[in-house]
């Protein structure tokens, strides 16, 4: 008979469930996701980094484990919290199942929880803070515990090492193929692909018409990367705490800053920098966390959400256009609208609460998203927003034409 594990919430309510994955005890923030599939994008995401995981949706795992679809080299949440846990996946791409994974990943697994009522708490209450323990002998200090967590050093921790090349294999140590140029009327239709090539170097470029990418690694999605390439770019991913010199001497076309965990405001170094970078001219295209330090740099405020959004159905407003997407998202801050310097216009508003959801700037030929345009999981509604900076760069590049 398994043991019962707990649930202890910062405010002292409770839930019971069954142990799944690693044994042991976490703490960390909980949040929740509404996204009715792409778990396996959700538990290699580096934006849930410190966070423990709720899925609403009642039956996971039952595609089993996908390593082509991980969008990092492994795990980042603390924890995992499931209704019903799905034991005899059935895929013809599965490789694995989600027990056995949360195991080699020792990430701690809870099943049999009452999703719906723990949702609703977060969302009513607000995101918080809990551990996840095998007994309750320990209440008072495990509650102390809980209330003394803080997510530290996130960025740092999820970022690449070194500089990284388009030519280095992926998160799954697969080789990353080149893939033909595609015009925007093509986006969506089949490519030939081009025999990948080995390069041991960086510091060249090719005079071969491709935009060439710093990818400013803040816990990229790999399908950040697989956009970029896609689209013909030679993509070079650099470690979070590259210096703007450095960047600049990559002599890259355009500026891809990526997504991360943690609070925005905590990266005061990287947005020293980015201040510095955006008076470079350099195209700049901004996602997710990558979107709150640009407006960070250029002067605006950003704020704690009380239960985020996260989930791939997500209604958005284009302000320009009067059109609504429906987009994947994964963040627990955002910029406040009314902070914005007078250089920069919200182009992009979240239709569900009216928060800022994408920023145009008119001083610089910079724009960004809060929500994830390279979607995995999710609606590839706006993925053209990928285009729009391969636009950006070709005007200002003679080499990317």
Request: net charge negative; charged share 20%; glycine share 8%.
């Amino acid at each position: 008979m398994q043991q019962n594990v707990y649930i202890i919430l910062a405010n002292g309510r409770v839930f019971k469930g069954k142990p799944f994955g690693a044994v042991g005890e976490a703490v960390g923030e909980i949040v929740f996701t509404t996204a009715m599939t792409g778990y396996l994008e959700t538990l290699t995401d580096p934006s849930y980094y410190g966070q423990i995981v709720v899925q609403t949706f009642p039956l996971i795992g039952n595609y089993g484990i996908i390593s082509a679809d991980f969008e990092s080299n492994s795990s980042k949440v603390k924890a995992y919290v499931v209704r019903e846990w799905c034991q005899v996946p059935s895929n013809f791409r599965c490789e694995g199942e989600l027990d056995a994974f949360l195991k080699a990943q020792n990430i701690v697994g809870v099943h049999g929880v009452d999703t719906r009522e723990l949702t609703k708490i977060i969302r009513e209450v607000g995101v918080m803070n809990a551990k996840i323990t095998t007994t309750l002998n320990n209440f008072e200090k495990d509650l102390a515990e809980i209330n003394g967590y803080k997510i530290t050093d996130a960025v740092q921790t999820v970022s690449c090492r070194e500089t990284i090349s388009t030519e280095n294999t992926d998160v799954t140590g697969k080789s990353i193929s080149a893939i033909e140029i595609v015009p925007t009327s093509d986006i969506g239709k089949s490519v030939d692909v081009v025999t990948s090539r080995d390069v041991a170097t960086v510091d060249t470029k090719e005079a071969s018409g491709v935009c060439r990418v710093a990818l400013w690694d803040f816990g990229a999605k790999e399908n950040i990367r697989r956009e970029l390439i896609k689209r013909g770019c030679e993509v070079i991913t650099v470690p979070a705490e590259t210096s703007t010199e450095s960047i600049l001497a990559l002599h890259p076309d355009g500026i891809m800053l990526s997504n991360g965990p943690g609070d925005p405001a905590d990266n005061k170094g990287i947005i020293a920098e980015l201040k510095k970078l955006s008076a470079s001219g350099l195209p700049i295209f901004g996602i997710c966390l990558g979107h709150q330090l640009l407006a960070l740099a250029q002067g605006a405020e950003t704020s704690k959400l009380k239960y985020g959004h996260r989930g791939a159905n997500q209604p958005v407003k284009d302000l320009k256009t009067g059109r609504v997407y429906i987009t994947s998202q994964n963040h627990g801050y955002a910029v406040v609208a009314n902070s914005l310097p007078a250089h920069a216009r919200m182009r992009f508003q979240n239709a569900n609460d009216g928060t800022c959801e994408g920023i145009e700037y008119l001083n610089m030929p910079a724009f960004s998203a809060q929500f994830h345009p390279e979607a995995s999981a999710g609606p590839l509604d706006t993925s053209y927003l990928f285009d729009q900076f391969i636009a950006l760069m070709r005007k200002d590049c003679l080499t990317c034409r």
